[in-house]
């Protein structure tokens, strides 16, 4: 359907640099940590995740905007 999906480590600000800088029409942030889920809880990774690598998301989003 022409629709590209590009998988990135919303921590990893190499990763935003790999993605697309132009002709973008939409993020989908799709990103979560639940410490449910973990063998430890790490409050740590946790804000990194969800938080950090949410707020990582919108600026390169914001970026694209225009």
Same mark, same amino acid.
């Given at each position: 359907m022409g629709?590209? %999906?590009?998988? @990135?480590? @919303?921590c990893s600000t190499d990763d935003f640099r790999k993605l697309p800088q132009d002709?973008? %029409? @939409?993020?989908?942030? +799709?990103?979560? +940590? +639940?410490?449910a889920y973990l063998n430890a809880y790490d409050p740590f990774a946790y804000v990194n995740v969800n938080i950090s690598g949410s707020l990582r998301i919108l600026e390169y989003a914001k970026?694209?905007?225009s």
């Open positions: 629709i590209q %999906y590009i998988q @990135a480590d @919303a002709d973008v %029409y @939409a993020v989908v942030n +799709l990103i979560g +940590l +639940l410490p970026k694209k905007q």
